[in-house]
Each structure stands twice: as C-alpha cells, then as structure tokens.
C-alpha cells in the first residue's frame, strides 16, 4: 500500500506571495492532519480534515487554511507568505477507526520564503 | 494542558549501549502515546506506540515505558546501533489530537 504523498517536495517563495501544498493520503484513511516543523518550535499542528471537514485546528493565524476533497486528499494554502513561514509541511493520514488512531506522515514539504 | 515535554534535548550513546527517553504530559484526556523516529529530510516515522491500559511494550529491539499516575512514558532503545542516530519525537493524543514533544537528537558513536 503506498504511503502519504506530498507535492511538491520542495517551494521557494517570495514574502506576500501564496503557496499551495497538497497532501493524498494512505488509501482508505479519511483523516488527514496537517503539521508544521521548525527547528525552533518543532511540531505544531495545524488543522485536521476528516470527511470534508474541518474538525481541528491548531493556533495558527488565518493566513493558513486547507480544505479536503471527497477522495480525502487535501490542501493546504498559505496566503501573504512571512519569512517566519519557512518551513517543514508534514502530512499526516490516519484510519480513524476505535484502536486504529496511528497517524502516517508524508516526507514533507520543505517551504523557503524569501 | 497541552504541553508535552521531553528529554534529554540530545543524547549521544555508544554502540550496544542503551538510549533512554523520557516524556511527560499534563493532560489526562490523552489515551495514545506514540513514538516517532525522524531522518534528516524525511518525515517521522512510528516507531512503537502504547495505551494506557499498559505499562510496558516491547517490539525489537524498542520499548515504550509507561506511568500512569506519574503521567510520564519513556523510550528504551537496546543495544543501540549508529543506524539508530535519528531525532526521536513522543507524541500524547487523544482521537486525531495530537501533541508532540520538542524531540530527541540521538547519536550513536560507532
């Protein structure tokens, strides 16, 4: 079975500019969850999608957004790009099933804003 | 509440000796404490998970202890090898709700 997909893998972007990530999860998981990892704060969570919707979100300004689609892939948008927004996008899909809550990361997208 | 810490930040072992973990959480609600390894350029991997309703399991050559009461959980790694020189995350959940600690730098000297 293949594993997270991310694309693309690496962006370099200019301050004030829009980047958009995407993410297609493990076949069959319907959550996916986005994180973003810096050498600073480490791993902090964005948002997860389960089923289309939007069920948790981190503290992030509204600059960061996503949505999932109806075959559980998703994307993540970053509007008005910051230098401080460099960073690792990881993607994470998960089974969500009672017992089965292991969440799957992709290799990440590596962002550089300029 | 949401906070889960961890150390050493860094840790440097030998070859066959054992590396060793800690992790701590606030918030009971999280039931699903995972433990990830991350490559430099890659994305983390699970490596072992546990549940509260356990103390202690062993896959390999890794181990996961748990403490309830002291809302604590650590990360054995035996006869540890350089291919185990990686940056290691606890991570505390509940449902899809996630918290990770800020990591672990493992190196293991040849």
């Known amino acids: 079975k293949a594993g997270v997909t991310q694309t693309p893998r690496y962006l370099i972007k200019t301050r004030g500019q829009q980047v958009t990530l995407s993410c297609s999860p493990i076949s069959g998981h319907r959550s996916v969850s986005w994180y973003q990892q810096t050498p600073g704060q480490g791993l902090q969570f964005l948002f997860e999608?389960?089923?289309?919707?939007?069920?948790n979100k981190g503290n992030f300004p509204g600059r960061f957004s996503g949505r999932q689609f109806s075959n559980s892939r998703s994307e993540m948008n970053v509007s008005t790009l910051e230098l401080g927004d460099s960073a690792l996008y990881l993607c994470?899909?998960?089974?969500?099933?009672?017992?089965?809550?292991?969440?799957?990361f992709g290799p990440g997208t590596r962002l550089t804003v300029l | 509440q949401q906070q889960v810490k961890q150390s050493p930040q860094s840790l440097i072992v030998q070859k066959g000796g054992i590396s060793i973990i800690n992790c701590a959480y606030e918030n009971t609600a999280f039931d699903y404490f995972p433990w990830y390894q991350q490559f430099p350029g890659k994305g983390p991997a699970l490596l072992i998970a546990i549940r509260p309703d356990v103390s202690e399991k062993k896959e390999g050559r890794f181990t996961i202890s748990f403490n309830k009461s002291a809302k604590q959980f650590s990360l054995h790694i035996m006869d540890s090898q350089p291919g185990d020189s990686a940056t290691y995350f606890c991570a505390a959940g509940y449902g899809q709700n996630f918290v990770f600690g800020p990591g672990t730098r493992l190196s293991v000297l040849p």
């Open positions: 994470a899909s998960s089974l969500v099933l009672a017992g089965k809550d292991t969440q799957y």
């Open positions: 999608y389960f089923s289309e919707t939007q069920r």
